[in-house]
């Protein structure tokens, strides 16, 4: 039978908004760290002579990595004072990011992605604590704030990756996000909260725990079920429209595909939005319209990609509906225990990133296989299976 924790706001205190602030903007840094070489892949490609395929896999380990951190590095946020874990895996994550700058090879490149993909799983510890000191009444606001930060990474990453590659090239690029990360490591330690949390388990013993929260906990697997689903379908389209805007007919520079992400920066709002009305209404409603409105642009999308217009229209309407959804959906996976969140967190987030990597590796693929419309395709019936699950679920508040 399945035993699902109470909510106990009690232990929750309300994070002042400057600091949610910060950790948003850590939030949105951290994560960008995966995505700047995207826009660049033909240029990072022709520089280490290798295919754009090849090149393409080579950039999904850094979702890859975010797994492993999100198992191993996350769950520490609910042990120690956030201040000290989170500022160290900053200052990893830009030895990583300058690492990656000096590969002379698409394998060592993978290597290095995947260790900046651990190190940035950064913004999902930064959820967890947003999640365990904001009360109960303000925790889907507050966490939309944050995700808000993380969604503007991923789009920002590819933004400012595109203008910077084509500016000072790829390898100059990741080594101004790197040291941007040891600037924001030392905010870290000023202004995040110094509060340990309230786990009551040891570390090995959590992390044992986790493959069996699923079995436990309905709210999580359903969570991480829908939330793999459009994930999927997200990355599949942002590595699509690299690939397939960087080859002929086009031949878009790096710096034009990243500013199709601009669109994107758009939807951000909807993070906002979609965090206090689930405050109001519950998560299943904002789920299900998030769905339904990305499911729609994805479909359009298969056939404006020659036309800037509609097509940014529709990116816009894409990731605004997604991020409307993961906001909605994570919420509930952050109530299932609010005093020590980030274990559930770190569950549901591998999952997530699961589907976020299959859909990055076939995004790449796939335009080759079967074309930009066939893409999109794909990507619209992963959403949609994403809202049958959630239509099957019982609503949850």
């Not at 826009?39 to 850094?62: K, N, R």
């Not at 979702?63 to 500022?87: K, N, T």
């Not at 794909?378 to 609503?395: M, R, Y």
Request: charge should be positive; charged fraction near 10%.
């Amino acid at each position: 039978m399945t035993t699902e924790l109470a909510d106990n706001s009690t232990s929750a205190t309300d994070l002042r908004a400057p600091v949610v602030l910060f950790m948003a903007i850590a939030a949105a840094l951290g994560t960008a760290a995966i995505y700047p070489l995207q826009p660049a892949i033909a240029d990072v490609a022709g520089s280490l002579g290798s295919s754009t395929a090849a090149v393409g896999l080579a950039l999904a380990c850094g979702p890859a990595g975010y797994l492993i951190g999100l198992g191993l590095l996350v769950p520490l946020v609910d042990r120690y004072p956030p201040r000290y874990v989170l500022a160290a895996q900053f200052v990893a994550l830009a030895a990583s990011i300058g690492a990656t700058a000096a590969v002379p090879n698409a394998w060592l490149l993978g290597l290095c992605v995947l260790l900046s993909g651990l190190c940035s799983s950064v913004g999902a510890g930064l959820s967890s604590v947003a999640g365990r000191l904001s009360s109960a009444r303000r925790r889907a606001t507050v966490l939309g704030t944050v995700t808000a930060g993380i969604s503007a990474g991923i789009l920002a990453g590819r933004i400012l990756g595109g203008w910077l590659a084509d500016t000072v090239g790829w390898r100059g690029m990741l080594l101004t996000f790197g040291a941007a990360c040891l600037v924001v490591a030392g905010g870290a330690l000023l202004l995040l909260p110094g509060v340990s949390g309230g786990a009551r388990s040891g570390y090995l013993a959590t992390l044992r725990s986790m493959p069996g929260l699923f079995r436990r906990f309905t709210t999580l697997r359903l969570a991480a079920a829908r939330g793999a689903t459009w994930f999927f379908a997200f990355c599949a389209i942002w590595a699509a429209i690299a690939v397939a805007l960087s080859g002929p007919p086009y031949h878009y520079s790096a710096e034009r595909i990243g500013l199709y992400a601009l669109a994107g920066l758009a939807g951000i709002l909807a993070t906002r939005i979609a965090g206090a009305q689930t405050d109001r209404l519950g998560a299943r409603p904002v789920i299900l319209a998030g769905l339904a409105l990305a499911g729609i642009a994805a479909t359009v999308m298969g056939l404006v990609l020659g036309e800037p217009g509609p097509m940014l229209v529709c990116l816009a309407l894409f990731d605004g509906g997604l991020f409307a959804a993961q906001v909605a959906n994570q919420s509930t996976v952050l109530a299932i225990d609010p005093r020590a969140p980030a274990r559930f967190n770190s569950a549901y987030m591998i999952v997530y990133f699961v589907g976020g990597s299959l859909g990055t590796a076939f995004g790449a693929a796939a335009v080759s296989w079967i074309g930009w419309t066939g893409t999109t395709v794909v990507a619209a019936a992963a959403i949609a299976l994403g809202a049958a699950v959630t239509l099957a679920s019982k609503p949850v508040r």
